[in-house]
């Protein structure tokens, strides 16, 4: 019985069952071995990390700001847009 681990390419983590071997102890002796690698602090570590937006979500973005911008520009032109201060939530 084999079981591996392979976690994008940075760590294989192999162990063979020996022949008087029991599951418990085999499954004991892997997880010793991930632990060891630190293979699971990697994981959690970069668990709630956020990938960088792609160029087109970046331009998409700078967009809707733009076009958000030039439609406050112009309700207050117009004199329907009302300036709100920190502590006015209504």
């Known amino acids: 019985m084999v079981?591996?681990?392979?976690?994008?390419?940075?760590?294989?983590?192999?162990?063979?069952?020996?022949?008087?071997?029991?599951?418990?102890?085999?499954?004991?002796?892997?997880s010793r071995r991930v632990q060891e690698a630190g293979i699971i602090r990697t994981v959690k570590a970069n668990r709630y990390s956020d990938r960088a937006p792609s160029k087109l979500d970046r331009k998409t973005s700078a967009l809707k700001r733009l076009t958000r911008g030039k439609e406050i520009e112009r309700l207050k032109k117009l004199g329907k847009w009302v300036e709100r201060t920190k502590g006015d939530r209504r």
């Open 3 to 30: 079981y591996s681990c392979d976690m994008n390419s940075k760590a294989t983590i192999e162990v063979k069952k020996a022949s008087n071997e029991s599951n418990m102890t085999l499954i004991r002796r892997f």
